[in-house]
T-cell receptor, first 113, second 110 residues
Framework: DTEVTQTPKHLVMGMTNKKSLKCEQH?????MYWYKQKAKKPPELMFV???????INESVPSRFSPECPNSSLLNLHLHALQPEDSALYLC????????????FGPGTRLLVL | QKEVEQNSGPLSVPEGAIASLNCTYS??????FFWYRQYSGKSPELIMF????GDKEDGRFTAQLNKASQYVSLLIRDSQPSDSATYLC??????????FGAGTRLFVKA
């Protein structure tokens, strides 16, 4: 099983809202990733958690706040987003690091009004 | 600046033909190479990975890696309309970072 799940599939939020994106995997992977993808662009790395510790923050604005409650779950908390943050947010996981294959979830399509 | 370059396409091939997708990368220390397929509005789906120089075959797909020339390619034999998608080349460069190319759009004509 190489399934990564993400909820919700779609999210519309205003600039003053607080919302969270959720990601879950049960493959025993110890590395989890958040990517942002704009239309017709490649995925851009935002955050990497390795063994439940934040390993990489690619200079992401503080209005995005990641959390890794346990080895299977990854959250992305959103607050005071801007319209330009509208994108497809992808979660991925790999066994230990991205030298190994990353498996992507279906993504959350976010629209900020 | 580590880079991964792909021709954006679109690459148009007739059904049944071989589609050849190419990718070059700048970091000689790159260790792992991946091809993902992405349908419009969907997430990337792994097609192939390759670590060593040479060819790796999986069904209709063959990945080719030449580290000396810093390129990796994907051949799709007997192309089908369902292969029409954007193909992303991804290169692991170390430190948890995988860099994605901008993708090549493939269109297979029935």
């Amino acid at each position: 099983d190489t399934e990564v799940t993400q909820t919700p599939k779609h999210l519309v939020m205003g600039m003053t809202n607080k919302k969270s994106l959720k990601c879950e995997q049960h493959m025993g992977h110890r590395a989890m990733y958040w990517y942002k993808q704009k239309a017709k662009k490649p995925p851009e790395l935002m955050f990497v958690y390795s063994y439940e510790k934040l390993s990489i923050n690619e200079s992401v604005p503080s209005r995005f706040s990641p959390e890794c409650p346990n080895s299977s779950l990854l959250n992305l908390h959103l607050h005071a987003l801007q319209p330009e943050d509208s994108a497809l947010y992808l979660c991925a996981s790999s066994q230990r690091d991205s030298q190994e294959t990353q498996y992507f979830g279906p993504g959350t399509r976010l629209l900020v009004l | 600046q580590k880079e991964v370059e792909q021709n954006s396409g679109p690459l148009s091939v007739p059904e049944g033909a071989i589609a050849s997708l190419n990718c070059t990368y700048s970091d000689r220390g790159s260790q792992s190479f991946f091809w993902y397929r992405q349908y419009s509005g969907k997430s990337p789906e792994l097609i192939m990975f390759i670590y060593s120089n040479g060819d790796k075959e999986d069904g209709r797909f063959t990945a080719q890696l030449n580290k000396a020339s810093q390129y990796v390619s994907l051949l799709i034999r007997d192309s089908q309309p369902s292969d029409s998608a954007t193909y992303l080349c991804a290169v692991y460069t170390g430190g948890f970072k995988t860099i994605f190319g901008a993708g090549t759009r493939l269109f297979v004509k029935a």
